[in-house]
T-cell receptor, first 115, second 113 residues
Framework: ETGVTQSPTHLIKTRGQQVTLRCSSQ?????VSWYQQALGQGPQFIFQ???????GRGNFPPRFSGLQFPNYSSELNVNALELDDSALYLC??????????????FGPGTRLTVL | SQKIEQNSEALNIQEGKTATLTCNYTNYSPAYLQWYRQDPGRGPVFLLL?????KEKRKERLKVTFDTTLKQSLFHITASQPADSATYLC????????????FGQGTTLQVKP
């Protein structure tokens, strides 16, 4: 059983650019959630995908968008990058996002720096 | 809006002692609460989940309590070891049937040998 993987591990972009982050969910999991973690803070929920459909969204602007593919891997896209987007982006997979108390398994994260 | 507060200051304790971390929340009645461990530069790792109808949950040296009247959870590590040094996060579900979580800011624990 492979764990959650994310790519790239680090990324540097300039303000106004666009970025795509990728996540491979754990084997057997159909749900992926994305979180943003600023330095010294807890993760903040961006959105969740369940079986290729968005299944809820946090307080993030529309320039944060995502996709989930038939193999349940996922992408997070951020357009028009701002300095405040600099953070660790975490992906978490779970076996059924519509089930209460579904344990989430986090990947190592992608560290995004916006200059 | 929902708010979760954890001790913002780092907790420093001596090896062998019990570490107690606090998580307080407001404006919400979560169905369950989770605790995670996060090491620097790594993603959070799930430790324990406790439901609203459970008062206490244990796993090896870990114990979690959940007081829905006080809106507080306590996380205990007994016989602490230097390897327990990390940041500990508590998280509540945002909606009862989706597993979407809101996290506290985390408390950093440092166990000294």
């Amino acid at each position: 059983e492979t764990g959650v993987t994310q790519s790239p591990t680090h990324l540097i972009k300039t303000r106004g650019q666009q970025v795509t982050l990728r996540c491979s969910s754990q084997s057997g999991h159909n749900t992926v959630s994305w979180y943003q973690q600023a330095l010294g803070q807890g993760p903040q929920f961006i959105f969740q995908y369940y079986r290729e459909e968005e299944n809820g969204r946090g307080n993030f602007p529309p320039r944060f968008s995502g996709l989930q593919f038939p193999n349940y891997s996922s992408e997070l896209n951020v357009n028009a990058l701002e300095l405040d987007d600099s953070a660790l982006y975490l992906c978490a997979s779970s076996s059924d996002g519509r089930r209460v108390a579904d344990t989430q398994y986090f990947g190592p994260g992608t560290r995004l720096t916006v200059l | 809006s929902q708010k979760i507060e954890q001790n913002s200051e780092a907790l420093n304790i001596q090896e062998g002692k019990t570490a107690t971390l606090t998580c307080n929340y407001t404006n919400y009645s979560p169905a369950y609460l989770q605790w995670y461990r996060q090491d620097p530069g790594r993603g959070p790792v799930f430790l324990l989940l406790i439901r609203e109808n459970e008062k206490e949950k244990r796993k090896e040296r870990l114990k979690v309590t959940f007081d829905t009247t006080l809106k507080q959870s306590l996380f205990h590590i007994t016989a602490s070891q230097p390897a327990d040094s990390a940041t500990y996060l508590c998280a509540l579900d945002i909606a009862s049937n989706t597993g979407k979580l809101i996290f506290g800011q985390g408390t950093t624990l440092q166990v000294k040998p």
